[in-house]
Protein backbone atom coordinates (compact mmCIF):
# COMPACT_ATOMS: atom_id res chain seq x y z
CA UNK A 1 0.00 0.00 0.00
CA UNK A 2 0.94 4.04 -0.17
CA UNK A 3 1.92 3.83 3.27
CA UNK A 4 4.57 0.98 3.54
CA UNK A 5 5.88 2.62 0.55
CA UNK A 6 5.85 5.91 1.48
CA UNK A 7 7.81 4.30 4.34
CA UNK A 8 10.15 2.92 2.74
CA UNK A 9 11.03 6.58 0.61
CA UNK A 10 11.22 7.72 4.00
CA UNK A 11 14.05 5.56 5.33
CA UNK A 12 15.51 4.56 1.89
CA UNK A 13 15.56 9.08 1.17
CA UNK A 14 17.57 9.59 4.17
CA UNK A 15 20.27 6.79 3.37
CA UNK A 16 21.12 7.69 -0.13
CA UNK A 17 19.20 10.70 -1.32
CA UNK A 18 19.08 11.32 -5.13
CA UNK A 19 18.12 14.38 -5.49
CA UNK A 20 14.81 13.73 -7.49
CA UNK A 21 12.10 13.16 -4.65
CA UNK A 22 11.01 16.19 -2.81
CA UNK A 23 12.70 16.53 0.14
CA UNK A 24 10.65 14.88 3.53
CA UNK A 25 9.33 17.23 5.73
CA UNK A 26 7.66 17.10 8.96
CA UNK A 27 4.32 18.14 8.79
CA UNK A 28 2.81 17.77 12.74
CA UNK A 29 3.47 16.38 15.92
CA UNK A 30 -0.04 14.32 15.08
CA UNK A 31 -2.84 14.59 13.33
CA UNK A 32 -5.97 13.07 15.19
CA UNK A 33 -9.39 11.77 13.68
CA UNK A 34 -11.38 13.91 12.02
CA UNK A 35 -8.83 17.02 11.56
CA UNK A 36 -7.69 18.44 9.23
CA UNK A 37 -4.22 20.67 8.14
CA UNK A 38 -2.98 23.32 5.64
CA UNK A 39 0.68 22.60 4.79
CA UNK A 40 3.34 24.31 1.98
CA UNK A 41 4.97 20.76 0.06
CA UNK A 42 7.04 20.40 -2.06
CA UNK A 43 8.08 24.16 -1.98
CA UNK A 44 6.99 27.00 0.55
CA UNK A 45 4.90 27.75 -1.69
CA UNK A 46 2.93 24.73 -2.78
CA UNK A 47 -0.15 24.98 -0.71
CA UNK A 48 -1.00 21.11 0.54
CA UNK A 49 -3.51 19.93 2.82
CA UNK A 50 -4.23 16.89 4.62
CA UNK A 51 -6.85 15.00 6.60
CA UNK A 52 -7.31 12.44 8.86
CA UNK A 53 -10.32 10.62 8.24
CA UNK A 54 -12.58 9.47 11.22
CA UNK A 55 -11.43 6.07 10.76
CA UNK A 56 -8.11 6.82 10.71
CA UNK A 57 -7.33 6.69 6.82
CA UNK A 58 -4.66 9.76 6.48
CA UNK A 59 -4.58 11.59 3.05
CA UNK A 60 -2.77 14.07 1.74
CA UNK A 61 -3.28 16.46 -1.58
CA UNK A 62 -2.15 19.33 -3.42
CA UNK A 63 -4.62 21.91 -2.41
CA UNK A 64 -4.61 24.36 -5.25
CA UNK A 65 -7.29 23.51 -7.28
CA UNK A 66 -7.41 22.29 -10.67
CA UNK A 67 -9.42 24.81 -12.32
CA UNK A 68 -8.14 28.09 -11.75
CA UNK A 69 -5.93 27.65 -8.59
CA UNK A 70 -7.62 28.61 -5.98
CA UNK A 71 -6.93 27.52 -2.34
CA UNK A 72 -8.63 24.14 -1.32
CA UNK A 73 -9.63 23.32 1.99
CA UNK A 74 -11.71 20.13 3.42
CA UNK A 75 -15.25 20.48 4.67
CA UNK A 76 -15.57 18.17 7.58
CA UNK A 77 -19.52 19.06 7.26
CA UNK A 78 -19.88 18.36 4.22
CA UNK A 79 -20.66 14.64 2.63
CA UNK A 80 -20.61 11.92 4.27
CA UNK A 81 -16.65 11.88 5.11
CA UNK A 82 -16.11 15.31 4.11
CA UNK A 83 -14.97 16.77 0.79
CA UNK A 84 -12.26 19.12 -0.44
CA UNK A 85 -14.26 22.08 -1.40
CA UNK A 86 -13.17 24.98 -3.78
CA UNK A 87 -15.27 28.05 -2.94
CA UNK A 88 -14.28 29.96 -5.76
CA UNK A 89 -16.88 28.35 -8.28
CA UNK A 90 -18.02 25.87 -5.92
CA UNK A 91 -15.56 22.92 -7.11
CA UNK A 92 -15.62 19.40 -4.77
CA UNK A 93 -13.29 16.41 -5.11
CA UNK A 94 -13.79 13.31 -2.68
CA UNK A 95 -11.85 13.16 0.29
CA UNK A 96 -10.66 9.84 0.03
CA UNK A 97 -9.09 10.10 -3.36
CA UNK A 98 -8.95 13.31 -4.92
CA UNK A 99 -11.45 12.71 -7.72
CA UNK A 100 -13.92 15.49 -8.67
CA UNK A 101 -17.00 14.76 -7.54
CA UNK A 102 -18.92 18.63 -8.60
CA UNK A 103 -18.38 21.62 -10.48
CA UNK A 104 -15.60 23.11 -13.26
CA UNK A 105 -12.54 21.47 -11.81
CA UNK A 106 -11.17 19.52 -15.29
CA UNK A 107 -9.10 16.67 -12.99
CA UNK A 108 -8.73 15.46 -9.69
CA UNK A 109 -6.30 16.80 -7.20
CA UNK A 110 -2.52 15.49 -7.66
CA UNK A 111 -1.58 13.41 -4.08
CA UNK A 112 0.99 14.29 -1.66
CA UNK A 113 2.44 11.11 0.20
CA UNK A 114 2.42 11.16 4.09
CA UNK A 115 3.65 8.93 6.53
CA UNK A 116 3.48 8.70 10.25
CA UNK A 117 6.39 7.56 12.14
CA UNK A 118 6.40 5.41 15.83
CA UNK A 119 6.15 9.16 17.74
CA UNK A 120 2.72 9.52 15.89
CA UNK A 121 4.42 12.54 13.84
CA UNK A 122 3.11 13.23 10.42
CA UNK A 123 5.58 13.45 7.47
CA UNK A 124 5.15 14.91 3.42
CA UNK A 125 7.46 11.88 1.84
CA UNK A 126 6.99 12.55 -1.88
CA UNK A 127 4.25 13.91 -4.56
CA UNK A 128 2.03 12.31 -8.17
CA UNK A 129 0.51 14.02 -11.12
CA UNK A 130 -3.05 14.78 -11.29
CA UNK A 131 -4.61 10.74 -11.09
CA UNK A 132 -1.79 8.80 -10.53
CA UNK A 133 -1.27 6.53 -7.65
CA UNK A 134 0.76 7.81 -4.96
CA UNK A 135 2.91 4.44 -5.80
CA UNK A 136 3.10 5.79 -9.63
CA UNK A 137 4.35 8.79 -8.22
CA UNK A 138 7.48 8.11 -5.59
CA UNK A 139 8.71 5.76 -8.15
CA UNK A 140 8.92 8.16 -10.88
CA UNK A 141 10.53 10.70 -8.30
CA UNK A 142 13.13 8.18 -7.84
CA UNK A 143 13.51 7.45 -11.49
CA UNK A 144 12.41 4.21 -11.80
CA UNK A 145 10.09 4.18 -14.22
FE1 LIG B 1 -11.60 26.00 -7.92
FE2 LIG B 1 -12.71 27.36 -9.92
S1 LIG B 1 -10.80 27.71 -8.99
S2 LIG B 1 -13.55 25.69 -8.81
Known sequence: GGLGVAAGILQRHGEE????????????????????????????????VAVR?????????????????????????????????????????????????????PRGLPKVALTELDDGSVWAVGTTRSGESIEAGLCRQLGDD
Open 53 to 105: MDDGTLVGYSAVCTHLACAVLWRKDRGTEGELYCPCHEGVFDARTGEVTAGPP
Open 17 to 48: PDGKAPAPKRIAAQLLPGESLAFRYPGDEDRA
